[in-house]
Structure formats: C-alpha cells, structure tokens
C-alpha cells in the first residue's frame, strides 16, 4: 500500500537552535540488515548503507540523503532473486523563522532526484511486494519537488503547528510493462498541538488529511487513490534521567478510481482498504551523559477491506508486533554511534501479495556512526 508524503515534523519549529554563527556540516552513515522468514517458506532479507550530509548556516539548512541497497527473495513457489542499485537521492532544503514574527515558520523544499534504478523487470518486481517486510520498497522514481509551509505558535502550557505540502511527481518507467508511468501529485495538510500538564506531563492530538492527484500511463489515465486521513493522541512522561511516550493513530483511506476495459477510471463499489491502527510505546534511559538505551514496542493492526474473500482485489485482516532496543554512545565531542536490534512477528491473511494465509517472523538490525564537523 502506497504511504503518502508528509511535510516536516511540525512542533519541531518550536525547537529549532539558535542562530549558528559557522557552517556546521555532518555526515550519518551505517548499515541496517532485515531479515524475515515465513510458515509458507518465504524468505528473504535486505541490507542497505545509508548516508546522509547535511549543511547549515544561520537560518539555512541542507541535506542530502542516499544509500545503497541489496534484496535477496526465495519466494515458496519461485527461484531466488536480488536486486542492488543505488535508491533515489533526497536533497532538502529548509528555512526557518523563528522569534521574529507572531508565529514561526519553517519554509523547506525537497527534491527527489532519480538516481536509482527503474524500469524493473519481472523478477526484481517481485522482491519489492511487502512494505511490511521491507524497509525500501522502491529504488528508483522520477524527478519530484515538493515545497512545504509550517507555522507553529506557542503559548503558555500550548504549542500548536499546522503544515502544507503539495509533492510534483515526475514521469519514469517503473517497470518494463509499465512505461512512461505518471503518478499524480500529493496534497497534504498536517496538525499537531502539544499542552503541558506539568513540567513533565504533556499529552499530544494530531493528524494528516492528503488527496492523490490521478495517475497516468502514457497520455491514458491508469489510476486515483483514495483520500488518506490520520488522527492519533499521545501522551509523553520526561524526567531527569529517563522518558516514555504512548500514543494512538487511526488510519482510514477513501475509494479509489480504477481503469475499466472501456479504459476510462470509475469509483470502486467497496473500498479496497481496510482500517488501520497503530499503538507505539517508546522509551529512553540515560545511562550516563554520553550513553542512552532506547526501547520501543509497536502494534499494527489493519482489519480487512470491503471486498469478499472470492473478489481479487480482497485484502484480508493484518496483525504485526514489534519490539525494538537500542544503545546510543557520544564517544567524543563530535563522534556518536547507535546499535539498534529489532524483532517482529506479522499474521497476514491473504491478500494482494499472496494468496494464503501466513505468519512471518523478522529481524533487523541496525548499526550507525555520525560525524559533525
């Protein structure tokens, strides 16, 4: 299922630091493994080596990010695939103004730019089937821009954000049937309001609304997804030494517009997803003042759309449990690292990826080192 862009974290605005008086650049690099096997004999894994730079003076900040990856799939009734390339390159760029009007404003644009491998074949298509068990699901898209606002206001015990983004999504092949694939543009609106209880209670609403522009194929229109809309609530305990936050979202998508053999796009009867909802529990302790151990337990549940079991376009109920731990380490003034180790269990009935039922357990492990300079 496609996730829709979003706009920069929007209460973020309320923290950003003071005005630097030097470039500060920083380079992120490190290595994330995934692997996952299933009751059905899928197996698969993905390693990929990330990089990020970033740049920033005064008011101006900029960041490129790319990284390298490799899928292996042996899928129960196929040989085995992989799949290397070089992903897409995200480059951002952000402005902020802060403290020098009645709200403050974070103005940013991002750029996509199509480094990555495309026009796929049949085989490398099918190791890019479950985002559940993926981390990248694509490698390659064509050029985007999408600019986006954010004003954020703080009073008293309050902060309140709200941000726009509209995503220009450019043409590219995607696969070796689907050529010159046009996908529509994003529009999106964010929320967020934070209130502080206490000095170390405070509890969060927040929540997105996007609507998909129609997808084209060739000069043809191929298809339109549903509009997206989020809400969720959180609470958040921070102490000296340590800090836990739980919080709640509800996902619930609208109809989408599929081409008909006259070619021309119609309003699905059902809808073809299900609801969706998520609890995350995360925590953080300091150890000391240049170590911190991190935990985290995520559960997914997605229930089954509006179409019967006999229908192809059935996706049926989804349940997935995660449980994260992870240690980070300043080691000197401009040195840090972080290991993360994580597990999840995943209980799909059948749906568009397979067509039986099948319980898949998975481990992902993550290694990371960041520079500043």
Known sequence: MRTCMVVPVIVAVMSIASVAVALDISVHSGVNYNYWDSDANDRGSQTYVPVTIGAGYQDIDVKVLTAFAHT??????GSPESLS?????????????VKKMPVDMLIGVDFNLPTGKTKLDFSELQLLRNPDLLTIT????????????????????????VGAGYVWRGEYDFSEVLMEYDPGDIFNVT?????????????RLFGEWAVYDTDELGVQEYYQEGDYLMGGVGVDYIAARWEVSLSGKGILRGKSD?????????????????????????????????????????????MENDYGEDSPLYFGKKQKISLGLGLQHQFASQWSGRAG???????????????DDREYQGLIVDLAVSKAF
Do not use: C
Not at 191 to 201: I, L, M
Not at 341 to 355: A, I, K, P, V
């Open 72 to 77: 292996d799939g042996s899928p129960p009734d």
């Open 85 to 97: 390339s070089v992903i897409d390159t995200k480059v951002n760029l952000s402005y902020s103004i």
């Open 138 to 161: 694509r490698y390659g898209e064509g050029f985007n821009v999408n600019p986006t606002v954010t004003i954020a206001k703080q009073a008293q015990r309050w902060a309140v954000g």
């Open 191 to 203: 929320a967020e309001a934070v209130y502080a209880f206490s000095d170390r209670w405070q509890g």
């Open 258 to 302: 599929f081409q008909e053999q006259n070619l021309s796009l119609v309003t699905e009867e059902q809808n073809s997803y299900g609801d969706e909802y998520q609890m995350d529990l995360s925590g953080l302790l300091r150890l000391s003042p240049k170590t911190s151990l991190r935990s985290s337990l995520q559960f997914l549940y997605l």
């Open 341 to 355: 180790l994580n597990g999840y269990l995943l209980d799909e009935d059948r749906n568009w990826y397979h067509e």
